[in-house]
């Protein structure tokens, strides 16, 4: 019994100088903690989802109203600023620029943008700044659309004539339809050096719906995003119909560049 209750002393006088010395340990090394802006309290795990409706900006602005030009906001487990005056939208933008410059990982950028590797999601650095340089040099810059002048002027002529045509025959002309057949040729000819749509159609058309099927679901709500413990989950399935369309969107951007190399007629 006596070597039972010496045990029992033992045992629990090492708990209690484990507890002790984590609780010290963990005080010494903690950083204190953060001052954060105001902003609502939100719900336990979804945080202040729910406050923001049906139309968050409008529910932004009047939290602005109440707690000021900078709010913090829980969203679900993760943290998230708004800067709600163009005074302070200028010092994250532009003063700041440098701390503020990565984009947070999502669905979008992991399964659309080839895991944040294009220049809207890439990490500020070394790489970012190069694929900036290319677009900026090949595609965007003042020299680069002066020099596609041309690409664009014969373009829109096929474009008129498509509609001409059209008209001739009786035909519906959707502009929609020919727009995205003249804006496919023009990025084809400045990326591939040729036209990758011979005619408006099917192909042209279904370009344009996986560009409007891309554009909407990089802005869809997905809860994964915001509590990242239930990504796996796919509780929405839009992780699921992402890596269908970054499939769909392999398969023509092969296409594209198979077609680039053929010989010319």
């Not at 014969?154 to 995205?180: D, F, K, P, W």
């Not at 990326?191 to 409007?212: C, H, P, T, W, Y």
């Amino acid at each position: 019994m006596a070597v039972d209750t010496v045990l029992f002393r033992e045992i629990a006088a090492a708990t209690v100088i484990f507890f002790l010395t984590r609780l010290f340990l963990r005080s010494l090394l903690l950083k204190p903690a953060r001052k954060l802006p105001p902003g609502p309290k939100g719900w336990p795990v979804i945080g202040a989802l729910p406050l923001l409706g049906t139309m968050p900006h409008v529910a932004l602005a009047q939290m602005a109203k109440k707690y000021g030009p900078i709010i913090y906001l829980k969203m679900g487990t993760l943290d998230m600023v708004v800067a709600a005056t163009p005074e302070s939208a200028r010092a994250f933008l532009k003063t700041l620029d440098m701390n503020f410059s990565n984009r947070p990982p999502n669905a979008g950028a992991t399964h659309l943008a080839y895991n944040s590797q294009d220049m809207v999601f890439a990490d500020y650095g070394p790489k970012w700044k190069s694929l900036r340089k290319l677009s900026n040099l090949h595609m965007l810059g003042g020299k680069a659309l002066d020099d596609s002048v041309g690409i664009r002027h014969t373009e829109t002529g096929h474009m008129v004539r498509a509609m001409c045509e059209s008209g001739r025959r009786g035909e519906a002309v959707v502009v929609a339809e020919m727009l995205t057949f003249a804006m496919a040729n023009i990025i084809g000819q400045v990326i591939l050096g040729r036209r990758v749509f011979v005619q408006a159609g099917s192909e042209s058309n279904e370009f344009k719906d996986m560009v409007v099927e891309l554009m909407t679901s990089a802005g869809l709500f997905n809860v994964g995003d915001f509590i990242p413990a239930l990504a796996w989950m796919d509780l929405q399935g839009i992780e699921g119909g992402m890596k269908r369309m970054h499939s769909k969107w392999d398969s023509l951007i092969t296409k594209m560049r198979d077609f680039s190399r053929r010989p010319r007629a």
